[in-house]
C-alpha cells in the first residue's frame, strides 16, 4: 500500500501512528483530511494547551462567569438578567496573503462566535499589526485590511467602536489582524455547541460550500511563510459576503427566539469537519452526516473538499425532528438556504458517507478533544540579556523648553501616536444606535438595550516591545492598559479575553516567551480579579527563522450601570483643573520616545504595578459614579504629553500645566498605572479625598483652556500646530 | 391621536432599528415593514432606512426598488404619502425613479464615517417643516457610495425649483455635485438624503439631537391634517 500525503497535509510521523493506532487500520483521505486540520496547532491548541490551563487554575474567585473557557466564547453577567459575551481571534496569516478577504473573514468569523452562544452581536473592535509605515508593502496591507475589516462590518451593520492600530518592522513580514466582537443575550437564552437527541436532525444553513479555504487552519494558519509563501496560498485564504452573514445572524435570532434549535455551532476554521466533530463530541453521542446532500459552489468537490472548506456564512444546527418543517421554512423566510444533512446517533461514532459509502468512521472526542499536547522545551532567548542590559538611561534627552516642545510635535506625529482618523473614518460606528463612547476615546461604550441605561466598556491593548523586553510583564502591561481604559470611562472591569500572537512554538526561544507572557497574564488577571474567559492563539508569526516580537493583546469587558454617567478622554469643558492621578518614574525602557528618536530598544518595560492599578481603577469609578468629572484619559504610549495632546485635541480645548520633578521625565515617562482627569473647582477637594481614600498619588497639573498646551517655564505650543502634525501622518503614507 | 410610522425591512437593511427608535422619539408610533409583503399597514408615513439592501450587489438600492412593498411605496408616494429615504434608502427612492439622479462611489473611493454639517435648504416638505430655513444641523454621515450626481439640467431644475433640501456645509464628504447632501420630490412629500438623522436624537449616542427635527416635523404635519 502506498504511503499516504500525511506530512504535506501538515502531520508529523508520530501523529500519523497515533491516528492509526485510534482507529485500528489506516485512515481514508476524507478521515486524515480532518484529522489533519483538527490535530493542527490552529484547531487543537497542541503547544499551547499546557500552558493555557493557568488561565482556569489560576482564576480569581468570580460569580459573573455563566460560561467559561472552552465554549466558542465565555460569557459574562452584567447584571439584571442580562449577560455579554465577548472574544478575540487572529486572522493573520489570511490578511497578509489576501488583505481584505482575510481581515474582512477575521470579522465574520468572530461575530458567528458570538451568535453561537445564542447572543446578537452589538460591535466590533479590531487590534491591526503592520511594518514600518513607509516599508513598500505597508499600504496594500492597511488599504486592504482596513477596507476589508470595514466592509465586512459596515456591511453586517455593527458599529467598530475602537482597537489600536500599530506600526513596527517586526511585522513587515507577518502583519497581525486580531478582530473582537461582543454580544448581548439574556441568561436564559445562552446556547451550547452539542449534539444532543438521537434522532435529532443536522441540520447545515447559510451559504454553499465552495472550494476557498482549503486547509486554512493547517497549511495557513499553522505553518510558517517562507519567501515564496504569500500569494501562492491565497486559495487557503476564505472569501466573505457580508449580506449573507447578516441575514444567517437574523435567521438564527429568530430560530434561538422560537426555541427551534436544540445545539449550535459555527462553522469557522476547519468547516465542516470541526462543527460535526465538536458538537458529537461535547454532546456525548453519535452522528451520521451524508456529505453528499451538502450544497456545492461546485458539483465537482470531493469529499475531503467539502469537509474541510472553510466557506464562510454557514452555521450548524441540531433540530428536533418535529421542528425541521418550521425551521427550514423560517429560514426560506429570511432567503437563507437550510439542509437537513444528517441525524444525531447513538453510535458514539461521527460517521460520514459520500453517496451511501461510509467514508468517514472515527470517535469523534479523538478530532475535536483528544489532540496530541505537546510540552515544547523552552529557552530564555540567547540575546535576552543583553537586550535587557541594554538601558536606555545613556541616550541623548531634550533639555530645554524648546527641545522639550519638539519632542512632543515628532511624537504626536509618529506613526504610533499620530491620529488614528483616517482608518477610523472607514469604520461605522453609529450603526444600531447604542454607541455611547467610541474611538478616539480610551474605551468604546455601548448601551446594552434601549429599556436600560446599562453599558460595557471594551478596551483592546498589547505592546509588542515591552513583552519582548520582558514577555512576562508585557503581557501584565497590555491587560494593565486595557484595564485602565475601561475604568476611565468609569466602568468596572470584569472579563478578559485574550490574542496571543507569536513565532514558531517549535523555536524553543519562542515558546519560553509564551511561557511567560501566559504566566504573566494569568498572574495579572489573578490580582486584578478578572477572569479570562477565552481567546485564542496564533503561532507561527514569523517570516523564515525571524520571528515577530511576542504580542499578547488583551482585551477587557467592563460594565458601567448607567452610561450617562460615562467619562469621555478629551477636555470638555473650559476653566477645569487637571490632576494626574498615580505616580510617575524614570521608566523609559521600551517607549516610544526611545524608539522614535533614537531607534532604540531595550532595557526593561515599565513596570506593572497592578495594586495601583486597581486602587487607580477603584478612585476612578468612583468619581465617576459620583458624577465628578469632566474627562479622563490613561497615560501609557509617548506618555503624560501624549496624554495632554489628545485630551486637547478632541474637543479643541488647551491646557496650561505645571511640570512636576524633571520634566523630560514628567512628559515621556512611560509608567503604569496612570491616568489624566479634569473636574470643576468645586469638585477638586472631593475628588483629592477619593484619591487619597484609594492611597494614590495626586498631582494638580493647572487648568484646561486656550488654544495652545502650554507647560509652565518650558514652552508653549498652539493646538493648530498639533493638530496638524498629529493628523497628518496616516493621510501622508497611507492614502 | 399619534401617526405610524412604518420603517421597511429589506434584506441587509441595518439602521431599521434606528430609524424605528427615531420615530418612537418623535411621538409616533413605530411599525416594521417587510420588504416581501404588499401591504404596507395602513401606516401614515415610511422610511427605507439605511444598510446595504441585499448587500449592494449590482447597484445600491437597485435590487430593493423592485421589493414587493416597494410598489406599494411608489404608489403611494405619487398620492402624497411622506416618504423619507436615509442613504441606501435614498439610493432606493432614487432607483425607484421617486426622485432624479444617483449615488454614485465616494470620490476618495473609501466608505466615509463622520459627524457632518448640514444646512436645511428647504423647509417647505413632509419632513423639514420644524427647522428654521438655513438652519445648520450636525448628523453623521457614513457611507461608501453617497456622491449624489445628476446631469447639469437636472441639478439646475433642482437648484431653481428649491429642491435641494439639505447641502454639505465645512466640507463635502464625498464629491457629491454641487455638496448635495438630500433633495425632494417637486410635491415636497418625498425627501432622500445620504446622512443619517436617526443616528442624531441624543446627544449620548450621537453627535446632537438634530436629525430628530425630520421625524418631528412629518408627525406634525400628519396630526395637524
Not at chain 1, 469537509?307 to 427550514?328: C, F, H, K, N, Y
Not at chain 1, 486602587?615 to 503624560?640: E, N, P, Q
Request: glycine share 12%; with cysteine; net charge negative.
Amino acid at each position: 500500500m502506498s504511503e499516504q500525503p500525511y506530512a504535506e497535509l501538515g502531520l508529523k510521523d508520530d501523529e500519523y501512528a497515533r491516528i492509526c493506532e485510534i482507529l485500528g487500520r489506516k485512515p481514508s483521505d476524507t478521515e486524515l483530511a480532518m484529522y489533519s486540520v483538527m490535530w493542527s496547532e490552529h484547531c487543537s491548541y497542541k503547544s499551547s494547551k499546557v500552558h493555557l490551563r493557568q488561565f482556569g487554575e489560576k482564576a480569581p474567585e468570580t460569580d459573573v462567569l455563566l460560561v467559561g473557557i472552552g465554549e466558542n466564547a465565555g460569557v459574562v453577567d452584567v447584571g439584571d438578567g442580562l449577560a455579554v459575551t465577548f472574544k478575540v481571534e487572529s486572522h493573520n496569516h489570511p490578511s497578509y496573503v489576501e488583505p481584505y478577504q482575510g481581515a474582512a473573514t477575521g470579522v465574520g468569523g468572530i461575530v458567528r462566535d458570538i451568535l453561537t452562544m445564542g447572543a446578537r452581536p452589538i460591535a466590533v473592535m479590531d487590534s491591526l499589526r503592520f511594518g514600518e509605515i513607509d516599508h513598500p508593502d505597508t499600504r496594500r496591507l492597511v488599504g486592504g485590511v482596513v477596507a476589508g475589516v470595514g466592509g465586512y462590518g459596515n456591511c453586517l451593520g455593527l458599529p467598530n467602536i475602537g482597537g489600536e492600530v500599530v506600526f513596527d518592522p517586526t511585522y513587515a513580514g507577518n502583519p497581525l489582524v486580531n478582530a473582537l466582537c461582543i454580544g448581548v443575550l439574556r441568561h436564559e437564552q445562552i446556547q451550547l455547541a452539542r449534539a444532543e437527541g438521537v434522532g435529532n436532525k443536522v441540520v447545515l444553513l447559510g451559504a454553499k460550500t465552495g472550494r476557498d479555504g482549503i486547509g486554512g487552519v493547517s497549511v495557513l494558519a499553522s505553518a510558517t511563510f517562507n519567501e515564496e509563501g504569500g500569494p501562492s496560498k491565497r486559495p487557503s485564504v476564505q472569501v466573505g459576503d457580508p449580506f449573507t452573514e447578516k441575514v444567517v445572524i437574523e435567521c438564527c435570532l429568530e430560530l434561538f427566539d422560537r426555541g427551534l434549535v436544540t445545539g449550535i455551532q459555527d462553522l469557522g476554521g476547519a468547516g465542516l469537519s470541526c462543527a460535526t466533530s465538536e458538537t458529537a463530541s461535547h454532546g456525548g453521542s453519535g452522528m451520521l452526516v451524508d456529505l453528499d446532500l451538502v450544497p456545492l459552489r461546485e458539483p465537482s468537490m470531493t469529499p475531503v473538499e467539502v469537509i474541510t472548506s472553510e466557506s464562510q456564512e454557514r452555521m450548524l444546527a441540531i433540530v428536533r425532528p418535529g421542528d425541521v418543517d418550521d425551521v427550514l421554512a423560517l429560514c426560506e423566510r429570511w432567503g437563507v438556504l437550510a439542509t437537513v444533512i444528517g441525524e444525531v446517533t447513538d453510535t458514539g461514532r461521527l460517521q460520514v458517507r459520500w453517496h451511501g459509502d461510509v467514508v468517514v468512521d472515527v470517535p469523534p472526542a479523538s478530532l475535536a478533544d483528544e489532540g496530541p499536547v505537546y510540552e515544547r522545551p523552552l529557552a530564555r532567548p540567547a540575546d535576552q540579556d543583553a537586550l535587557q542590559a541594554d538601558v536606555p538611561d545613556a541616550l541623548a534627552r531634550p533639555r530645554t523648553g524648546a527641545e522639550l516642545a519638539e519632542t512632543l510635535l515628532r511624537l504626536a506625529g509618529s506613526p504610533n501616536l499620530a491620529s488614528r482618523r483616517w482608518v477610523t473614518e472607514q469604520y461605522d460606528r453609529y450603526v444600531l444606535g447604542g454607541t455611547v463612547l467610541a474611538m478616539p476615546h480610551d474605551s468604546g461604550v455601548v448601551r446594552l438595550t434601549d429599556d436600560s441605561d446599562r453599558g460595557v466598556a471594551l478596551a483592546l491593548d498589547g505592546n509588542g516591545r515591552y513583552a519582548r523586553l520582558d514577555p512576562y510583564a508585557g503581557a501584565q502591561l497590555a491587560l494593565a492598559e486595557a484595564y485602565r481604559n475601561v475604568s476611565v470611562s468609569g466602568a468596572r472591569p470584569l472579563a478578559v479575553t485574550n490574542c496571543l500572537n507569536f513565532g514558531s512554538p517549535e523555536d524553543p526561544e519562542v515558546m519560553w516567551q509564551f511561557a511567560e507572557a501566559t504566566r504573566g497574564l494569568a498572574d495579572g488577571c489573578r490580582e486584578l480579579g478578572v477572569p479570562v474567559t477565552g481567546g485564542n492563539v496564533s503561532f507561527y508569526n514569523q517570516t523564515g527563522a525571524t520571528a515577530i516580537n511576542p504580542t499578547p493583546v488583551v482585551g477587557v469587558l467592563g460594565v458601567i450601570d448607567d452610561v450617562n454617567l460615562r467619562v469621555p478622554s478629551g477636555f470638555t469643558r473650559v476653566g477645569d483643573v487637571v490632576v494626574l492621578l498615580g505616580e510617575t518614574y524614570d521608566e523609559l525602557g521600551g517607549s516610544e520616545w526611545a524608539w522614535v528618536v533614537h531607534g532604540h530598544l531595550g532595557g526593561r518595560p515599565p513596570k506593572p504595578r497592578l495594586a495601583a492599578e486597581r486602587a487607580l481603577s477603584a478612585a476612578l469609578r468612583t468619581a465617576a459614579a459620583d458624577g465628578l468629572l469632566s474627562s479622563a484619559h490613561d497615560v501609557s504610549d509617548g506618555g503624560l504629553g501624549q496624554t495632554l495632546v489628545e485630551a486637547a485635541l478632541l474637543h479643541g480645548i488647551g491646557a496650561t500645566v505645571t511640570l512636576a520633578g524633571d520634566p523630560f521625565v514628567a512628559l515621556f515617562s512611560e509608567s503604569a498605572a496612570r491616568a489624566v482627569v479634569t473636574c470643576a473647582d468645586a469638585d477638586v477637594d472631593r475628588l483629592l479625598e477619593i484619591a487619597a481614600e484609594f492611597d494614590l498619588a495626586v498631582t494638580r497639573l493647572g487648568r484646561t483652556g486656550g488654544d495652545t498646551l502650554d507647560v509652565t517655564e518650558q514652552f508653549t505650543t498652539p493646538l493648530d500646530r498639533l493638530r496638524d502634525v498629529h493628523e497628518a501622518t496616516l493621510p501622508k503614507h497611507l492614502s | 391621536m399619534t401617526a405610524r410610522i412604518g420603517v421597511v425591512t429589506f434584506p441587509g437593511s441595518l439602521d431599521d432599528r434606528d430609524a424605528l427608535r427615531a420615530a418612537r422619539a418623535a411621538g409616533a408610533e413605530p411599525v416594521p415593514l417587510w420588504h416581501g409583503d404588499h401591504d404596507l399597514r395602513g401606516v401614515d408615513a415610511v422610511v427605507l432606512p439605511g444598510g446595504f439592501s441585499y448587500g449592494d450587489y449590482l447597484r445600491a438600492g437597485a435590487i430593493a426598488s423592485f421589493a414587493p412593498v416597494m410598489a406599494e411605496v411608489v404608489a403611494a408616494a405619487r398620492a402624497g404619502l411622506p416618504v423619507l429615504g436615509i442613504c441606501n434608502g435614498f439610493q432606493v427612492l432614487c432607483e425607484s425613479g421617486l426622485l432624479p439622479g444617483a449615488l454614485i462611489r465616494n470620490a476618495g473611493l473609501h466608505f466615509v464615517c463622520r459627524d457632518q454639517r448640514l444646512r436645511v435648504e428647504s423647509t417647505d416638505t413632509a419632513w423639514t417643516g420644524e427647522y428654521a430655513a438655513g438652519a445648520e444641523i450636525v448628523v453623521p454621515v457614513k457611507n461608501g457610495e453617497g456622491r449624489y450626481v445628476a446631469d447639469e439640467a437636472t441639478l439646475d431644475e433642482l437648484e431653481a425649483n428649491g429642491r435641494v433640501a439639505f447641502r454639505y456645509v465645512g466640507g463635502n464628504p464625498n464629491g457629491a455635485l454641487r455638496d448635495i447632501a438630500g433633495i425632494r420630490n417637486e410635491a415636497g412629500n418625498v425627501v432622500g438624503l445620504m446622512p443619517h438623522p436617526e443616528h442624531a436624537i441624543d446627544p449620548l449616542t450621537g453627535p446632537s439631537a438634530d436629525g430628530l427635527g425630520l421625524f418631528v416635523s412629518v408627525l406634525k404635519q400628519l396630526t395637524a391634517a
